[in-house]
Structures are given as C-alpha cells and as structure tokens.
T-cell receptor
Framework: ETGVTQTPRHLVMGMTNKKSLKCEQHLGHNAMYWYKQSAKKPLELMFVYSLEERVENNSVPSRFSPECPNSSHLFLHLHTLQPEDSALYLC?????????????FGPGTRLTVL | AQSVTQLGSHVSVSEGALVLLRCNYSSSVPPYLFWYVQYPNQGLQLLLKYTSAATLVKGINGFEAEFKKSETSFHLTKPSAHMSDAAEYFCAVSGESNFGNEKLTFGTGTRLTIIP
C-alpha cells in the first residue's frame, strides 16, 4: 500500500450505531488530519494530530471521537450520529503541521446516516 | 480570519480551449496559497502552491497560477484543456486557527467539465 488509505470506503449506519473510520499513512509523516466534505460547502477541518498529540479540535461535536495510536494510524470513532453528519470524511497527512507542508489525502469514506 | 472565494461553482470549456478557474482570498498576513484537484471517488491532490517565492507558480499536468497581491487573486490556468482535466478544483489559503495553529481554509470548489 502506498500513500494514504482509508477504510471502509462506504459506510451506512443508523443513528444508534457505533462505528469507526480508519486511516493509515505509508509516507512517514508526523501530522494527520480529519476533514468533513459536504456538498456545496468548503472542506471543514475537524481534527489535527501532530506526533500523536491532538493539536486541533475545530468545535466538533463529541459524537465524533478521534484516536491516534501512532504516527501512521488515525481513527474516527462515531456514535449517536445525526443525518446531517452524512458526508465524505477525508483523512490527510503531512510531514509536519505547518500550512506549507503539503497534505496528502486519502480517497475518503462516504458516510450515510439513516 | 482568512477566507477563499471561488467564482463559478461550475465551469465548462471545450477540449483544447483555455482553462481559467478563479480564486480570490482574504488574509491578514502574507498568505500561502494552494490549488488542489479532486477526481471522482478520490481524495484531493496538490496541483501547486505559492509560498512567497516566484509569483507565477507551475504545477502538475500543465497547470499554473499567478499570485497577484493587488487583486488578492490566485487564478488557475491551463492553455489547452484535456478530457482528463475534468474534476473538481479547490483553492485554499493558509492562516491561523482558533488554537493558534496553522491551517488551510478551502473554497467551495469549482467543477470543471470538458466538452469534446
């Protein structure tokens, strides 16, 4: 595997379910990100981890819980979601958390909340 | 706070014609600017970035963008469109988050359609 991979690619869940999104980067980077991409809206930065420490939590509801067990893996744990949480969730990584560091994106997980 | 405006959510050009995608930004400090492309069912891929060196930036796939401070613009161009350029394009500007970290602020995107 190369680059940034995300699993699953598609997920359908009910509002009472608990699920997790997984991201893995094979680039040796130190920073990882979760973004939310909704139709007709700009990408929304959700969380940033640098050297496995969360450095950004962009006013995200607590029903989204990130976890970064090491510099290569990032999870987004989901519980009690709402239909408006349906979106494409993108993971990205970069060498460092500076904005000049190029971010490499995974293909995303398309989430549908029923 | 920084922001990005992309004029035109949809742009159609004929194959072989000039591609021009517009991006205007606002930033309280000298910005770094980026263009990303997203092909169907894929994540975003960096096309090019401006980091205060040359104002004309060349990227991948024949794209280039020019930073114009007086116009607060960073428009993306390609002299001759190819069918494979059909995708969504995002402009982004660097800035500071509420936590004092650096972050990218993205525009809403422009969907480029190429007419055979």
């Amino acid at each position: 595997e190369t680059g940034v991979t995300q699993t699953p690619r598609h997920l359908v869940m009910g509002m009472t379910n608990k699920k997790s999104l997984k991201c893995e980067q094979h680039l040796g980077h130190n920073a990882m990100y979760w973004y939310k991409q909704s139709a007709k809206k700009p990408l929304e930065l959700m969380f940033v981890y640098s050297l496995e420490e969360r450095v950004e939590n962009n006013s995200v509801p607590s029903r989204f819980s990130p976890e970064c067990p090491n510099s290569s893996h990032l999870f987004l744990h989901l519980h009690t979601l709402q239909p408006e949480d349906s979106a494409l969730y993108l993971c990205a990584s970069s060498q460092g958390p500076l904005s000049t560091d190029t971010q490499y994106f995974g293909p995303g997980t398309r989430l549908t909340v029923l | 706070a920084q922001s990005v405006t992309q004029l035109g959510s949809h742009v159609s050009v004929s194959e072989g014609a000039l591609v021009l995608l517009r991006c205007n930004y606002s930033s309280s400090v000298p910005p770094y600017l980026f263009w990303y492309v997203q092909y169907p069912n894929q994540g975003l891929q960096l096309l090019l970035k401006y980091t205060s060196a040359a104002t004309l930036v060349k990227g991948i796939n024949g794209f280039e963008a020019e930073f114009k401070k007086s116009e607060t613009s960073f428009h993306l161009t390609k002299p001759s469109a190819h069918m494979s350029d059909a995708a969504e394009y995002f402009c982004a500007v660097s800035g500071e988050s509420n936590f004092g970290n650096e972050k990218l602020t993205f525009g809403t995107g422009t969907r480029l359609t190429i007419i055979p």
